[in-house]
T-cell receptor, first 117, second 114 residues
Framework: AQTVTQSQPEMSVQEAETVTLSCTYD???????LFWYKQPPSRQMILVIR????KQQNATENRFSVNFQKAAKSFSLKISDSQLGDTAMYFC??????????????WGAGTKLIIKP | NAGVTQTPKFQVLKTGQSMTLQCAQD?????MSWYRQDPGMGLRLIHY???????DQGEVPNGYNVSRSTTEDFPLRLLSAAPSQTSVYFC?????????????FGPGTRLTVT
């Protein structure tokens, strides 16, 4: 079975610091996508960043970047120059792009990130 | 382009009542899904659909029904509400024919069953 594990239930850092959230996954598939979603106190689920497994280059979106280690099945999220608005739950998710998977997202349990002023 | 919309935003039901949570998307996405999120937890899949006329069960389908008569709409019906169904419900949609597969979420419906 495919699983996603986020080993850090909660993290806190000072504003402007860099923080890395961990995510590991388990799959026998070779073609898949990985995502990080952010859920602020408003509860809205917001896509932060997407990584396609066949791309070796790590995805970057402004202050957010990933360290994708396919062999190790690791997909960590780095937030640089953290801001108070980054305070949120962060979820790692995986989908294998096959009909057998029914395109379902497999979700991690989430990491609560608190940015302190 | 409104994205994914959900109504209502809040709802209080008494045990045994039924209701329908509405979900609509205007992005022509084939895939639509319903999740529930309990306090301090992640998302659990209730039902999903890969196109009009096609639905299937997710991880926690009991007590819920869905239908997909159009590409745009994917309502979730609670048949006989129970306190265990108190949760926040999210509808999501995505493209699946070639990607990029990320799901777009509605704002959620907070349901309380007393």
């Amino acid at each position: 079975a495919q699983t996603v594990t986020q080993s850090q239930p909660e993290m806190s850092v000072q504003e402007a610091e860099t923080v890395t959230l961990s995510c590991t996954y388990d799959t026998s598939e070779n073609n898949y996508y990985l995502f990080w979603y952010k859920q602020p106190p408003s509860r809205q689920m917001i896509l932060v960043i997407r990584q396609e497994a066949y791309k070796q280059q790590n995805a970057t979106e402004n202050r957010f970047s990933v360290n994708f280690q396919k062999a190790a099945k690791s997909f960590s999220l780095k937030i640089s120059d953290s801001q108070l608005g980054d305070t949120a739950m962060y979820f790692c998710a995986f989908t294998s792009v096959t009909r057998d998977s029914n395109y379902q997202l497999i979700w991690g349990a989430g990491t609560k990130l608190i940015i302190k002023p | 382009n409104a994205g994914v919309t959900q109504t209502p935003k809040f709802q209080v039901l008494k045990t045994g009542q039924s209701m329908t949570l509405q979900c609509a998307q205007d992005m022509n996405h084939e895939y639509m899904s319903w999740y529930r999120q309990d306090p301090g937890m992640g998302l659990r899949l209730i039902h999903y659909s890969v196109g009009a006329g096609i639905t299937d069960q997710g991880e926690v389908p009991n007590g819920y029904n869905v239908s997909r008569s159009t590409t745009e709409d994917f309502p979730l019906r609670l048949l006989s509400a129970a306190p265990s169904q108190t949760s926040v419900y999210f509808c999501a949609s995505s493209l699946i024919g070639g990607g990029p597969y990320e799901q777009y979420f509605g704002p959620g419906t907070r349901l309380t069953v007393t």
